[in-house]
């Protein structure tokens, strides 16, 4: 251990003699950790839930200390951080590897990992295989999946291994083509009764959390109402139990999507864009790296082959 400790410390990573990792020091204050059971207390309390969508461990960070109650590792990582039109190609070995990422850095909030396209919709042994791949190799506390009946059953094999669930329904991307796009879902009464009875039934198979996606206010605020679990929103209006959205969206990373279901509580496109050519600028005119940015000191002889320097 000691050892490790030596090895694994910097000033840049801790307080030297903190090992990354390591049983929490007694002395200092830790943070209360959000969990299964206390997200189902929040919707009994009435207090609304944030939720926000992660991908590395530097904004995961920053999301567990900005105090966010869930971090989602989405397989919007395919569009975001692959850069495809869809989340489609994204695979299991891509979740667990940004889960990992993610959970070395999370101290405070619950870490939700999505199951991605054909990694449950085989059958329910395969949903259990997969969801277990991401606890044991993603550090994962829940996982998620998307659709109503038609994963049912995969939602209670999992939920029967003690793997929390949180449902998805609505504007499920995994259903693109299905949609012919990313369109608001369930606008008339015959969808719309299909939804109220998937959330239910996900709901019975144990879920214990469930995101609407992309369907009509009134309708989430109903769900809401009905379902003893709580749900998380994105596109479904204020009456959900929470709220969630991604974070390249939420920070106005991509200056090209603005849509409707959208709020940027920062433009960083523009800040991060500026910050890139104002490098480039200062490399280009020799103005970076200042004196201030370089190390002084005239470099020493080397030792000869016995260790010793010129006399
Ligand atoms: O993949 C994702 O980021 C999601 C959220 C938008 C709910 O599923």
Excluded: W
């Excluded at 659709?147 to 995994?174: C, D, F, N, W, Y």
């Excluded at 959208?262 to 496109?269: D, G, I, Q």
């Excluded at 104002?278 to 082959?305: L, Q």
């Amino acid at each position: 251990m000691l050892r490790a400790a030596r090895m694994t410390t910097s000033p840049k990573n801790g307080s030297p003699g903190e090992i990354p990792g390591a049983a929490p020091d007694a002395a200092k204050p830790q943070p209360r950790r959000v969990t299964v059971p206390s997200l189902g207390r929040l919707k009994r309390e009435g207090q609304a839930i944030a939720m926000v969508t992660a991908y590395d461990a530097t904004f995961a960070r920053l999301v567990d200390e900005a105090g966010v109650d869930v971090i989602l590792v989405g397989d919007s990582l395919g569009m975001v951080m692959q850069g495809h039109p869809h989340t489609l190609e994204v695979t299991l070995e891509h979740m667990a590897y940004h889960a990992r990422c993610v959970r070395r850095a999370v101290q405070r909030a619950h870490l939700v990992v999505d199951l991605p396209f054909m990694s449950y919709q085989v059958s329910p042994e395969q949903a259990l295989m997969s969801a277990g791949r991401l606890i044991q190799e993603g550090g994962a506390e829940a996982v998620k999946l998307e659709g109503g009946a038609r994963v049912v059953e995969a939602a209670r094999k999992i939920v029967s291994a003690g793997i929390p669930v949180m449902g998805h329904v609505g504007l499920t991307p995994q259903s693109v083509h299905e949609f012919g796009g990313f369109r608001v879902q369930a606008r008339d009464e015959g969808a719309a009764e299909r939804l109220r009875q998937d959330a239910l039934a996900l709901q019975d198979a144990g879920a214990y959390a469930i995101v609407l996606e992309g369907i009509p206010a009134p309708l989430a605020r109903q769900v809401s109402d009905s379902l003893a679990i709580p749900t998380i929103g994105i596109g479904a209006g204020v009456g959900c139990d929470g709220q969630v959205l991604v974070m390249q969206d939420l920070l106005g990373l991509d200056d090209r999507f603005k849509p409707r279901f959208v709020k940027r509580y920062a433009e960083l496109a523009a800040v991060v864009r500026g910050a890139f050519a104002e490098f480039a600028r200062e490399v280009r005119e020799r103005r970076f790296p200042a004196d201030e940015h370089s190390f002084a000191g005239e470099v020493r002889p080397a030792p000869d082959a016995a260790g010793y320097g010129p006399a």
